[in-house]
């Protein structure tokens, strides 16, 4: 295997560490990829001291490292913040699950309270919660605008997935809060 090729394995080894990272802070990974960071560490330390007389790969192979060092540093960093129980995207999934625990439990245990707040303004409150959870703005946001972009979503959705009703939900994708429709039969 030439040089090219060995820097275009790094490249896709360098991508995949990178989702397993992000799935791994997300929570949906259980263990840190150490075994596929350990053998990108090695990829790119492979040709430090080389010389490269190809321009377009040295300058691949210098973008490739110098990328994998950011993200190396940030994932120590969200590690730290981790341990320090800062990091802003495992306290809103944390209190998510916390939530949707406490909905079974009233659920299954006995009906909700009748001063509990409509389905609309508890999706308002998780997505302005998730925005802040993110750092995001979330002062320009009204409940009016939500109702107005789920009810028009919702009569797309029912006659697309020939549905009776619509659940509503937010997630949190690449750091960004985001409302998801999912049908109900």
């Not at 800062?86 to 939530?99: D, G, Q, V």
């Not at 406490?102 to 998780?126: H, I, R, W």
């Not at 009204?142 to 919702?154: A, Q, V």
Request: aromatic share 8%; proline share 5%; glycine share 4%.
């Amino acid at each position: 295997m030439g040089i090219p090729e060995e820097i275009e394995l790094l490249d896709i080894k360098l991508r995949d560490l990178i989702t397993r990272y992000e799935q791994y802070f997300l929570g949906m990974e259980k263990r840190e990829p150490l075994k596929l960071h350990s053998e990108v560490e090695k990829l790119a330390r492979r040709y430090a001291g080389a010389s490269i007389i190809n321009t377009m790969v040295k300058f691949k192979y210098a973008s490739l490292v110098s990328r994998f060092n950011s993200y190396n540093q940030y994932w120590e960093r969200i590690k730290r913040l981790i341990d320090e129980g800062k990091y802003s995207r495992e306290r809103f999934k944390m209190e998510l699950h916390e939530r949707e625990r406490g909905e079974q439990k009233t659920t299954s245990a006995a009906p909700p309270p009748v001063s509990s707040p409509s389905e609309l303004d508890q999706l308002y409150q998780d997505f302005i919660a998730a925005r802040r959870a993110c750092h995001l703005p979330a002062d320009n946001i009204s409940i009016d605008l939500i109702r107005s972009t789920i009810e028009k979503n919702k009569d797309l959705i029912r006659s697309k997935y020939q549905c009776r009703d619509v659940e509503f939900r937010v997630v949190v994708e690449d750091g960004t809060p985001k409302i998801k429709a999912r049908p109900k039969k």
